[in-house]
């Protein structure tokens, strides 16, 4: 599980709408990567909503936003096109990512142990190190806070 100040793990995944991205061919621009349970639930769909609003911003700061789930590249086109959102879908269909993340973790609903991914986002600066990690993220002006970290940068 990479920290602050640490080389985010690199990866190349499909993505929404065909193709793929490589993390480190994204440098030197900065790049948010948040990290959500399952398409179209509530709590993602606000959050890929949120962040796809300000995916204007986010760009005129030299940041690119990736959206990363376990859920099909279909998933995601549907998901996709049901919200209009704007910011890529990246399928880690095999979780790996997530292991090298550190997102990939026990949780419990209503009494159930599962695996499953812990929301969280990272902030990797334009040298390909960790600028910022967010855990457990409450949705609610999560995307406002990110912006506002990457205008720090």
Known sequence: ??????????????????????????????????????????????????????????????????????DTVASHDKFRDKHALTVPLLSDADSDICEKYGVWREKSMYGKKFLGIERSTFLIGSDGRIAKVWRKVKVPGHAEEVLEAVKSL
Request: aromatic share 8%; proline share 7%.
């Open 1 to 70: 599980m990479p920290d602050i100040s640490e080389t985010a793990p690199d990866f190349t995944l499909p993505r929404d709408g065909g193709g793929s991205v490589t993390l480190s061919a994204l440098r030197p621009g900065a790049v948010v990567l948040f990290f959500y349970p399952r398409d179209d639930t509530s709590g993602c769909t606000t959050e890929a909503v949120a962040f796809s609003g300000l995916a204007d911003a986010f760009a005129d700061a030299g940041t690119t936003v990736l959206g990363i789930s376990k």
